[in-house]
């Protein structure tokens, strides 16, 4: 037997204080009200991201009816955020059908909840706390979100789902706005409005409409799992206390919103978390271990031969001074496969990467494209790194169309330094250095070095020592000698 249960407005008690009558009358607006708050906010970026979402709902209401769609609703940030572009989306849709009458109070698309008893108490009183606002019909799944799809697609009409899944988050690799599930999994489609969504952008679509969201959230928890896996973020952790935190809105680096994503403390660890190594490793480690290092250098003029490569034998220096053995340094062709299939070798072999050339404007600068192919992600564009690049090339630089400022999805990071105008790229174990002379590589190798060392995440070995003995023999006589 399929098990849900259908909750319905009637059926749930209210347990908002803000919950009143004339709030509720006022909620047959709120649709209205969402797409005038974003409109006349003057945050240019998030009207465009709330124009594209609000567009892939619209364009998806007018491929399904509402009967053959359905949304997702976990009471997270992210759901949060779809369900009021949904809203406002809906609310988009019949008025391009002139078909609104002021009376769009209740959301008619069928919203599913996968209830677990892992899940935080406070996510389960804000979801059906929302959905006795807002009118939801949901049907509430005590399965595993496989099994509970299969069941619900057998009973249930639904060709299509929204999800909030964002990029960075684990299941977002290699999904579009539109994409069909997986093999294996049942048939239907998967529908990401805020799939090019930051985490900046929801916090700033959350606090520009002022809708209500999980508490949690304002006691330091960033990204929400179960309560086995989720920690408040220590970066919000306030000054001389050790169990108080700021909102998670004022986390500074939207990347490092899932650093709360760790198991919670358990005896056999001494109550410690172990930190996350980020594809680097500790030097306790490696004390005893070799560490190593693969160049790569993309350009067709040092393989024809136009351009001496200073920066690889710069590198292998520089990796045997802090006790780094060289597996390879290879140069490849400025083309994307070319460079795929390079990383894709070397990333496997060696701990580390280092790749430069081909990294820039022009249609020839391949190697992030080939990078991200390696790793079999797409390219999407990144708020952060296109602020840094608006710095420098100004205007020029504008929103998601800046090519510049796409980099690999989900596996990126971006490592500051004040001495460094753009900050360094890394992708898992994929170091991209934009150098393209020797001053320029000794500069951002220093503050590599710093950085990777100030986080704990560098081993440093003992040096290479060479060493030169000088012999009047010939080699027939050293040979012999030798032997």
Known sequence: MFAFRLTTLNSLSFRNPFCSDSVFRLLRLFNMEIDKAIRECDDRRLQTKYN?????????????????VAFSFNGGKDSTVLLHILRAGYF?????????????????IRTIYFESPCAFPEINSFTYD????????????????????????????????????RIGDPTAVGQEQFSPSSPGWPPFMRLNPIL???????????????????????????????????????????????NKFKPAYLLADGRLERAGRAKRPSTSTGGQIPAESNGLTSQDSYKNSMLTASIIAVGDEILFGNLEDLLGPYLCRKLHSIGWSVLQHSAVHNNIDSVAEEVERQKSKSDMVFIYGGVGPLHSDVTIAGIAKAFGVRLAPDEEFEE????????????????????????????????????????????????????????????????????????????????????????????????
């Open 92 to 108: 988009l849709h019949k008025k391009g059908q002139n078909s609104v009458n002021g009376d769009l109070k209740d959301f008619p």
């Open 52 to 68: 594209n979402a609000t567009y892939v709902v619209q364009r998806a209401l007018a491929l399904y009816s509402i009967e053959e």
């Open 388 to 483: 840094y690049l608006r710095h420098i090339i100004g205007d020029q630089c504008t929103g998601d169309r800046n090519e510049m400022a796409q980099l690999p999805e989900g596996i990126t990071e971006l490592w500051h330094h004040d001495k460094l105008s753009v900050p360094l790229i890394k992708c898992e174990n994929v170091i991209i250095l934009s150098a393209t002379n020797v001053p320029e590589m000794e500069k951002q190798w220093d503050c590599w070095i710093e950085l990777a060392k100030s986080s704990d995440l560098l081993a440093l070995l003992e040096p290479y020592v060479s060493k030169h003995v000088t012999t009047n023999l010939s080699d027939v006589c050293t040979n012999f000698h030798i032997s």
């Open 196 to 242: 090019d969504w930051s985490y900046r952008d929801v916090w700033a679509f959350l606090l520009t409409c002022k809708v209500n969201y999980c508490s949690l959230y304002d006691q330091g928890y960033t990204s929400i799992g179960s309560i086995y896996d989720t920690v408040p973020n220590s970066l919000l952790c306030i000054s001389n206390s050790s």
């Open 130 to 165: 929302t959905a006795a606002i807002y009118g939801l019909q949901i049907d509430t799944i005590s399965l595993d979100f496989k099994s509970g799809l299969e069941a619900l697609l057998k009973e249930k009409p639904i060709r299509a789902i929204f999800l909030g899944v």
